[in-house]
């Protein structure tokens, strides 16, 4: 009797180290060129979030963008402002908390906000659920020093990009399931390895109990559904050349996921909802995920088709979730994140002028959301 064939290891951690390093390398080169654009905004201030038991140790940075209404110091002051939680993108791999800092720039000009960018710890080093982990932890650190931050954390939005999308909804989820020992309770068991054996939900309760209150999320082509296999994706981009190149998307996938869905495509743990919302259930997604979602994805991606398809799960009947889907036309993943010099030609002037009607939508929807529209 023939027996299925054990999958191939992937490569070592050493190796995965040593690639992300290369192409974090590329990465801030490109960035430091990018920052001379007029564009750019330095955060005003940093803090960092420390992580302790039951989680795994350590520490990771939060950047502050400050509209310009705001008086530019971190002490009390009379006026709160709403806060936009940002995930940068990069396959939780590469990628920095200050590479979103044109759209922190508008958004938090449009919105009137406070705009903080979670450095969140990346794999290799840091694999799933760490970067959703943290995630999480950002915003009960932002809940806990609301006060002194001048911080509204009844209106809070989260975004993000590519990673940073799917973070930018996990993340809310698993701090809504956190908050409840019911709601952990509740979790199939094969999806708990975002949660600690030993957690108590009484770790994340504050004296006054204040928590955010996470009213919308704004997703930039999101992966939402990670028991797909890379195959299964690409057939469904009508221009497969436009895709992320094979080299990096291994990099990302066996540095940050637990399995492979080539290798195991009925594991358990990539139907989480905390690694693939759109495989969570509807009474799952109307408990715990933000009330407003909106969308963004690329014609040329090969994630394009499980985001629109995902809102069109959330605009289903009962679900108490309004979800909005945006289309960008002829772009490729993170179009937006190209340097100002590698943009050239026709294709690249089309790119240019997207990002400012992108973020202009995105910004006005966010902006409707908080004003009750």
């Given at each position: 009797?023939?027996?299925?064939p054990?999958p191939?290891p992937?490569?070592?951690?050493?190796?995965?180290?040593?690639?992300?390093t290369f192409?974090?390398?590329?990465?801030?080169?490109?960035?430091?060129?990018?920052?001379?654009?007029?564009?750019y905004?330095?955060?005003?201030f940093t803090?960092?979030?420390?992580?302790?038991?039951p989680?795994?140790?350590?520490?990771?940075?939060?950047?502050?963008?400050?509209?310009?209404?705001h008086s530019?110091s971190?002490?009390?002051?009379?006026t709160?402002?709403?806060?936009?939680?940002?995930?940068?993108?990069?396959?939780?791999?590469l990628?920095?908390?200050?590479?979103?800092?044109?759209?922190?720039?508008?958004?938090?000009?449009?919105?009137?906000?406070?705009?903080?960018?979670?450095?969140?710890?990346?794999a290799?080093?840091y694999?799933?659920?760490?970067?959703?982990q943290?995630?999480?932890?950002?915003?009960?650190y932002?809940?806990s020093?609301?006060?002194?931050?001048?911080?509204?954390?009844?209106?809070?939005?989260?975004s993000?990009?590519?990673?940073?999308?799917?973070?930018?909804?996990?993340?809310p989820?698993?701090y809504?399931?956190?908050q409840?020992?019911?709601?952990?309770a509740a979790?199939?068991p094969?999806?708990g390895?975002?949660?600690?054996?030993?957690?108590?939900p009484?770790?994340?309760?504050?004296?006054?109990?204040?928590r955010?209150?996470?009213?919308?999320a704004?997703?930039?082509y999101?992966?939402?559904?990670?028991?797909?296999?890379?195959?299964?994706?690409?057939?469904?981009?009508?221009?497969?050349?436009?895709?992320?190149?094979?080299?990096?998307?291994?990099?990302?996938?066996?540095?940050?996921l637990?399995?492979?869905?080539?290798?195991?495509?009925?594991?358990?743990?990539?139907?989480?909802?905390?690694?693939?919302p759109?495989r969570?259930?509807?009474?799952?997604?109307?408990?715990?995920?933000?009330?407003?979602?909106?969308?963004?994805?690329c014609?040329?991606?090969m994630?394009?088709?499980?985001?629109?398809?995902f809102?069109?799960?959330?605009?289903?009947?009962?679900?108490?979730v309004?979800?909005?889907?945006?289309?960008?036309e002829?772009?490729a993943?993170?179009?937006?994140?190209?340097?100002a010099?590698?943009?050239?030609?026709?294709?690249?002037?089309?790119?240019?002028k997207?990002?400012?009607?992108?973020?202009?939508?995105?910004g006005?929807?966010l902006?409707?959301v908080l004003?009750?529209?």
């Open positions: 009797m023939s027996q299925t054990s191939k992937g490569p070592s951690k050493w190796y995965l180290k040593a690639q992300a192409y974090r390398s590329l990465m801030s080169l490109a960035a430091t060129i990018d920052s001379y654009s007029s564009a905004r330095s955060p005003s803090r960092t979030v420390t992580v302790s038991d989680f795994t140790k350590g520490s990771f940075p939060l950047y502050f963008y400050l509209p310009k209404s530019h971190p002490e009390p002051a009379s709160k402002f709403p806060v936009v939680v940002n995930f940068h993108g990069g396959g939780y791999t990628g920095d908390a200050r590479d979103d800092t044109k759209w922190a720039a508008h958004i938090a000009d449009t919105l009137n906000a406070v705009v903080v960018s979670v450095g969140y710890r990346k290799p080093d694999p799933y659920p760490i970067p959703v943290d995630g999480a932890l950002a915003l009960h932002l809940a020093h609301a006060a002194e931050l001048n911080l509204d954390i009844s209106r809070v939005i989260t993000g990009f590519s990673a940073g999308g799917n973070l930018c909804l996990t993340s989820l698993l809504s399931v956190l409840s020992s019911s709601a952990i979790l199939d094969a999806y390895s975002a949660i600690p054996t030993d957690f108590d009484e770790t994340l309760a504050l004296e006054n109990g204040n955010c209150n996470v009213l919308a704004a997703s930039f999101p992966g939402l559904d990670y028991s797909l296999t890379r195959a299964q994706r690409t057939a469904t981009n009508p221009r497969p050349d436009q895709n992320v190149s094979e080299g990096l998307y291994k990099l990302f996938d066996f540095s940050y637990p399995v492979r869905a080539e290798e195991q495509p009925d594991a358990a743990v990539l139907k989480s909802p905390f690694l693939s759109a969570a259930s509807g009474v799952f997604l109307k408990e715990h995920l933000p009330r407003n979602v909106l969308i963004l994805t014609e040329w991606d994630l394009q088709r499980e985001g629109e398809e809102v069109g799960m959330l605009n289903g009947v009962g679900m108490g309004r979800g909005r889907h945006v289309k960008v002829r772009v993943h993170g179009w937006d994140k190209m340097p010099v590698m943009r050239r030609g026709e294709e690249g002037e089309w790119a240019a997207q990002v400012e009607v992108a973020y202009g939508e995105a006005g929807w902006k409707g004003e009750g529209l």
